[in-house]
């Protein structure tokens, strides 16, 4: 019998039609997550279909082991393929994933600013955000250089792929909030969205997460970079990522949300982010 991803799953991965043709049948047995209490199951349910399970979290598909490391390997070469799919890229962290965000947790939990991030989970969205007012800040804040970002590489927050495969409801607030602070990682960082600074932002993940998916990014990133960005790359940028992120507290254990008229500089002191090289495009 073939194994076959929800529906839900199969509309995440477009493009994906290796993936697709993998999960050609459904799978009864073995998925994870809590299953639905009987009030909750149809009363017209057979005991030959396929048993019901209850979400751990709004979008949540549940995974075997065997799904998960089909998924990390299509997502992988999605991902090498076209670095700029961010829907893959989100499939790999998720499915690869898991220690490394245990480890993340535990570090938020052993942290006070962490742990009351952990409790509060706040979310980085336009809904959230007063863009206006952060516009209005003086230069040099956090919160105006982070709309500055925004502006300059025409991106925005809600363009983050909410967490979907990890079976593990703190954990996958964990992966959120990383996502989340990705951009603001760039503006303490001073890089851009070209290949070279999200290279530089991967290397500095890399170090402080351990995420499989931010490793392979540093790793096989620079593979598209010419002879001259390269050079700047492994003699300039990525010594001074991986001392950063070497020295720098865990980036999940800052409330950036309460932090955005501090100066990027004293930020960037807090948390012990070395000064950024002078950046050649």
Same mark, same amino acid.
């Given at each position: ?41 149809? +009363? +017209? ?104 970002? &925004? ?19 703190? &954990? ?65 940028? !990525? ?8 020295? +720098?507290?865990? !980036? ?30």
């Amino acid at each position: 019998m073939g194994l076959l991803l929800p529906r839900r799953a199969q509309s995440f991965l477009p493009g994906v039609v290796n993936l697709r043709r993998v999960f050609a049948s459904c799978m009864i047995t073995g998925r994870t997550g809590p299953r639905c209490s009987a009030s909750q199951s149809s +009363a +017209a349910d057979s005991p030959m279909e396929e048993e019901k399970y209850c979400p751990l979290y709004p979008g949540h598909i549940p995974t075997t082991p065997l799904q998960k490391a089909l998924l990390a390997a299509g997502s992988a070469c999605m991902a090498l393929y076209d670095p700029y799919r961010h829907d893959m890229v989100a499939v790999l962290g998720e499915t690869t994933g898991y220690l490394a965000l245990q480890k993340l947790r535990e570090r938020m939990r052993n942290d006070p600013e962490g742990y009351r991030i952990l409790q509060e989970r706040p979310r980085i969205r336009l809904s959230t955000l007063d863009i206006s007012g952060l516009r209005a800040l003086p230069d040099g804040t956090f919160g105006r250089e982070y709309v500055r970002f &925004l502006d300059d590489n025409k991106v925005s927050p809600d363009t983050r792929m909410p967490a979907k495969f990890v079976d593990d409801e703190e &954990l996958a607030y964990v992966v959120q909030r990383y996502r989340e602070v990705h951009d603001l990682m760039h503006t303490l960082l001073g890089m851009p969205t070209n290949m070279l600074g999200e290279v530089v932002v991967k290397w500095f993940e890399a170090v402080q997460t351990g995420l499989p998916m931010c490793i392979l990014g540093a790793v096989f990133g620079p593979v598209r970079l010419n002879a001259r960005k390269l050079r700047i790359l492994t003699t300039e940028l !990525i010594p001074w990522a991986v001392r950063s992120g070497n020295n +720098a507290g865990c !980036i999940l254990n800052f409330y950036y949300e309460h932090r955005w008229e501090q100066t990027v500089e004293s930020l960037r002191d807090e948390m012990g982010i070395f000064p950024p090289p002078t950046m050649c495009a």
